[in-house]
Antibody, heavy 122, light 106 residues
Framework: EVQLVQSGGEVKKPGGSLKISCKAS????????IGWVRQMPGKGLEWMGMIFPGDSDIRYSPSFQGQVTISADKSINTAYLQWSSLKASDTAIYYC???????????????WGQGTMVTISS | DIQMTQSPSSLSASVGDRVSITCRASQSISNYLNWYQQKRGKAPNLLIYAASSLQNGVPSRFSGSGSGTDFTLTISGLQPEDFAVYYC?????????FGPGTKVDI
């Protein structure tokens, strides 16, 4: 079964650091993009960026560039999203999702993780 | 960034109704337009990709149309399980922006 399993919810203080994960199984991890999507409480979906684990090509949304770091470890089929200095406004659910291609094929998120709730509070 | 708008922002309908949601891009995106359904407390689910291609496992009552800047998601014969929020997304160029969503009440 193709699936993405995300790490569990986190509660952190402002200024702290955090790294959440997304483990892929059931398909070739290095031949699909993994994207990250933010959903703030009661709000819509925001595209943050994506990584191609095969060659570590990374694309960021300008809104998130410099605010987060996307990475992947292809030896363990896992993608990551990390923060070095958290803010209360980072409180949200973060989803990872799989995408086939960027110019051809299914340029859409066809498999989603269950989401990771991140709460930043003093 | 390409801006995506959706209309209406919410709608109420009855079981069996035909429902249409419109999505508009701020510039031409060819057919790089996807539709997702999100139920309360769940991750989004891909319904339609490339404007009109039905994702595997999605009921045939869902259909998509359009190209360029104007797109439509149609639900033919609304079912109780279709109560959800629907988002469009352009995948023409990064950042792959989402629309603000349309809430469908049954």
């Amino acid at each position: 079964e193709v699936q993405l399993v995300q790490s569990g919810g986190e509660v952190k203080k402002p200024g702290g650091s955090l790294k959440i994960s997304c483990k892929a199984s059931g398909y070739s991890f290095t031949t699909y993009w993994i994207g990250w999507v933010r959903q703030m409480p009661g709000k819509g979906l925001e595209w943050m960026g994506m990584i191609f684990p095969g060659d570590s090509d990374i694309r960021y949304s300008p809104s998130f560039q410099g605010q987060v770091t996307i990475s992947a470890d292809k030896s363990i089929n896992t993608a990551y999203l990390q923060w070095s200095s958290l803010k209360a406004s980072d409180t949200a659910i973060y989803y990872c999702a799989r995408q086939e291609g960027t110019l051809a094929g299914k340029v859409a998120f066809d498999i989603w993780g269950q989401g990771t709730m991140v709460t930043i509070s003093s | 960034d390409i801006q995506m708008t959706q209309s209406p922002s919410s709608l109420s309908a009855s079981v069996g109704d035909r429902v249409s949601i419109t999505c508009r891009a701020s510039q031409s995106i060819s057919n790089y337009l996807n539709w997702y359904q999100q139920k309360r407390g769940k991750a989004p689910n891909l319904l339609i990709y490339a404007a009109s291609s039905l994702q595997n496992g999605v009921p045939s009552r869902f259909s998509g149309s359009g190209s360029g800047t104007d797109f439509t998601l149609t639900i033919s014969g609304l079912q109780p399980e279709d109560f959800a929020v629907y988002y469009c997304q352009q995948s023409y160029t990064t950042p792959y922006t989402f629309g603000p969503g349309t809430k469908v009440d049954i």
